[in-house]
């Protein structure tokens, strides 16, 4: 099968690999539908964190193609989406919906879904199958559940966004965006987006925000503060992992607001003076997409969101070295490999 590999910052090649075959017996194959490129991938891509021949990917919808003899609510034929965190769904942790801190959890990047084929481990607990087979322009929504969606909905919901609040969101990359869907899901009065890029103002008020905040930083957080008469947001929502963004969530909240902070974080570090001071609710990590799985699938089935249109890019898995530019070079928001 074809496989994306990073050998090192920057270079992008597309392997022949052998296929996956199941390994444990509660492991699954899938034929994968789609998969893309995140933008926690251009971390190591732009060599900010270690990268040397990596397999690449963690998004995936697809076919179960195999299944191993412990298998039991999946079945061969099933069109299945899971997260980039492989779980068992059984365990306390999971029981308590932080799967992607499950006891047995695998990270799915690990393995690689930027790839024709794909072995999924604990299938029960990690896939969700939709009710049948989908119809082909609801494909990219499916796969944006399976992070970007999952995790701008866990990034809202933290925040506890909800009706009559008012929503700040730091990042306006796929997350970031997707986190406006969700508050405006959750019923927020008011969802203000920092950006300052055409074309994603354009997504965030399509997902609902009513205000866009150009200005970054201390600033940008003044001005959240100054639309809020001088209180700050009730929920923000940190989808970028920067100092300067975490910053920004934390100063646009309100005293005894919520951070919910998705972005993976990179040398961030938080003054107790700060938190002291400002009596905000800090809270987030690897998001437990699996816990929002079975209620994303079924919005997006019923065609009552559309969290597909970050997909502004598609390209065939082959090409995806141009992908990765793209991401970089901030030309595509969210870019869709075709398999
Ligand atoms: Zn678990």
């Known amino acids: 099968m074809r496989q994306v590999v990073m050998t090192r910052p920057r270079e992008i090649?597309?392997?022949?690999?052998?296929?996956?075959?199941?390994?444990?017996?509660?492991?699954?194959?899938?034929?994968?539908?789609?998969?893309?490129?995140?933008?926690?991938?251009?971390?190591?891509?732009?060599?900010?964190?270690d990268v040397d021949h990596q397999v690449m990917g963690h998004e995936y919808v697809g076919v179960v193609e195999q299944i191993g003899t412990e298998v039991e609510t999946i079945a061969v034929g099933d069109f299945v989406v899971g997260s980039f965190w492989a779980s068992d769904n059984t365990c306390e942790i999971c029981r308590a919906g932080y799967q992607s801190h499950c006891?047995?959890?695998?990270?799915?990047?690990?393995?690689?879904?930027?790839?024709?084929?794909?072995?999924?481990?604990?299938?029960?607990?990690?896939?969700?199958?939709?009710?049948?087979?989908?119809?082909?322009?609801?494909?990219?929504?499916?796969?944006?559940?399976?992070d970007v969606l999952g995790t701008g909905w866990f990034a809202a919901d933290t925040a506890q966004a909800?009706?009559?609040?008012?929503?700040?969101?730091?990042?306006?990359?796929?997350?970031?965006?997707?986190?406006?869907?969700a508050a405006r899901r959750?019923?927020?009065?008011?969802?203000?987006?920092?950006?300052?890029?055409?074309?994603?103002?354009?997504?965030?008020?399509?997902?609902?925000?009513?205000?866009?905040?150009?200005?970054?930083g201390?600033?940008?957080?003044?001005?959240?503060?100054?639309?809020?008469?001088?209180?700050?947001?009730?929920?923000?929502v940190e989808a970028v992992g920067t100092q300067e963004a975490m910053m920004q969530a934390i100063h646009s909240a309100r005293p005894g607001g919520h951070v919910g902070f998705v972005g993976v974080s990179h040398d961030v570090s938080i003054p107790g003076e700060l938190l002291f001071g400002t009596g905000v609710h800090l809270a987030g990590g690897p998001a437990p997409v699996r816990r929002y799985l079975p209620e994303l699938i079924d919005l997006i089935w019923r065609r009552e969101i559309?969290?597909?249109?970050?997909?502004?890019?598609?390209?065939?898995?082959?090409?995806?070295?141009?992908?990765?530019?793209?991401?970089?070079?901030?030309?595509?928001?969210?870019?869709?490999?075709?398999v």
Do not use: N
Request: hydrophobic letters at 45%; a negative charge.
């Open 13 to 49: 090649v597309v392997e022949d690999r052998a296929d996956p075959t199941i390994v444990e017996p509660t492991d699954a194959v899938i034929r994968l539908a789609a998969t893309c490129v995140c933008g926690s991938d251009l971390w190591p891509y732009r060599g900010v964190q």
């Open 103 to 146: 006891v047995h959890r695998t990270i799915m990047g690990s393995i690689g879904t930027q790839s024709e084929r794909a072995r999924i481990p604990l299938a029960d607990g990690t896939l969700v199958a939709t009710p049948g087979q989908p119809d082909a322009d609801l494909i990219p929504s499916l796969l944006a559940a399976s």
């Open 162 to 181: 909800g009706p009559g609040k008012t929503v700040a969101v730091v990042g306006d990359g796929a997350v970031g965006l997707l986190a406006i869907l």
């Open 186 to 216: 959750m019923g927020a009065a008011r969802i203000i987006a920092f950006s300052r890029h055409a074309d994603r103002q354009k997504l965030a008020r399509e997902f609902g925000a009513t205000d866009i905040v150009e200005t970054r």
């Open 218 to 236: 201390d600033e940008g957080a003044a001005e959240v503060v100054a639309l809020t008469g001088g209180l700050g947001a009730h929920s923000v």
């Open 306 to 338: 559309d969290p597909g249109k970050v997909f502004d890019l598609t390209l065939p898995l082959d090409r995806a070295a141009e992908g990765y530019r793209a991401m970089d070079e901030r030309r595509a928001i969210k870019v869709l490999l075709t």
